[in-house]
C-alpha cells in the first residue's frame, strides 16, 4: 500500500474563494502529481513535483498553483475558485526503483470532490 | 507531443460476452510504458497492468488479455466471459521515461446481466 491520503474528500466552495487541495504520502517518494478528472476529458495534469520546492507545470494549469515544502506533502491550490474547476481532483505518486529496468508505477489517491457554486 | 485515443465512449454488453477495448497511442520516443487503469463507479483508479516499449509480449491474467503491437501503436485489451463487477471506467495512459501519465478520455463499460 503506497500510503496516499487526499484531503478533504468532498467540498463545496462559492466562487471567487481560495481553496487548498492536501497531499499526503508516508513512503518518501520524489514524484508526486495532481490529476482533475472531467467526463469527455479522461484525467489530465495540473502540476507536478518531482522534489521539494521543485515543481512544474501541466497541461491545465491555469489557475492552479501548486507548493511541496516537505517531501510527504503536495498541496493544490485554487486562488480564487471558478465553476469550471469543479471537477474530480486525483494525487498521484510514482513508485518504483527506476534506473535501467524503468520499472515504474503510478499510485492514486481516492480523490476529491470539488463543487464550486 | 503525446497523446492516447480511446475511441469507443461507451460499451454495452451482456454478461458473459467477450469485449475489447481499444487504445491507440502517439508518441515520438522510443522508451515508455503504457497502463491501463479501472475505475469502478465507487470512484478509486485501480491499476491493471504496466507495458514497457521493449517488450510486445502479450499478457494474460484470468479472464484479462492485452495485446501490444508497436507496428500499429496499439495496446487493447480484452475481457473475456465478462462480468457485471466489469462494469467501469477503463483508461489507458502512456508515460515516457517513467514520467507523468497522459491519459486517454477513458471508455465506460457496462455489463449487463
Known amino acids: 500500500d503506497a500510503g496516499i491520503t487526499q484531503s478533504p474528500r468532498h467540498k463545496v466552495t462559492e466562487t471567487g474563494t481560495p481553496v487548498t487541495l492536501r497531499c499526503h504520502q508516508t513512503?518518501?517518494?520524489?514524484?508526486m502529481y495532481w490529476y482533475r478528472q472531467d467526463p469527455g476529458h479522461g484525467l489530465r495534469l495540473i502540476h507536478y513535483?518531482?522534489?521539494?520546492?521543485?515543481?512544474d507545470k501541466g497541461e491545465v494549469s491555469d489557475g492552479y498553483s501548486v507548493s511541496r515544502s516537505k517531501t510527504e506533502d503536495f498541496l493544490l491550490t485554487l486562488e480564487s475558485a471558478t465553476s469550471s474547476q469543479t471537477s474530480v481532483y486525483f494525487c498521484?505518486?510514482?513508485?518504483?526503483?527506476?534506473?535501467?529496468?524503468?520499472?515504474?508505477?503510478?499510485?492514486f489517491g481516492s480523490g476529491t470532490r470539488l463543487t464550486v457554486v | 507531443a503525446q497523446k492516447v485515443t480511446q475511441a469507443q465512449t461507451e460499451i454495452s454488453v451482456v454478461e458473459k460476452e467477450d469485449v475489447t477495448l481499444d487504445c491507440v497511442y502517439e508518441t515520438r520516443d522510443t522508451t515508455y510504458y503504457l497502463f491501463w487503469y479501472k475505475q469502478p463507479p465507487s470512484g478509486e483508479l485501480v491499476f491493471l497492468i504496466r507495458r514497457n516499449s521493449f517488450d510486445e509480449q502479450n499478457e494474460i491474467s484470468g479472464r484479462y488479455s492485452w495485446n501490444f503491437q508497436k507496428s500499429t501503436s496499439s495496446f487493447n485489451f480484452t475481457i473475456t466471459a465478462s462480468q457485471v463487477v466489469d462494469s467501469a471506467v477503463y483508461f489507458c495512459a502512456l508515460s515516457r521515461h517513467g514520467n507523468k501519465l497522459v491519459f486517454g478520455a477513458g471508455t465506460i463499460l457496462r455489463v449487463k446481466s
Open positions: 513512503e518518501n517518494h520524489r514524484y
Open positions: 513535483s518531482y522534489g521539494v520546492k521543485d515543481t
Open positions: 498521484a505518486i510514482r513508485e518504483g526503483p527506476g534506473g535501467k529496468d524503468f520499472n515504474y508505477g503510478y499510485t
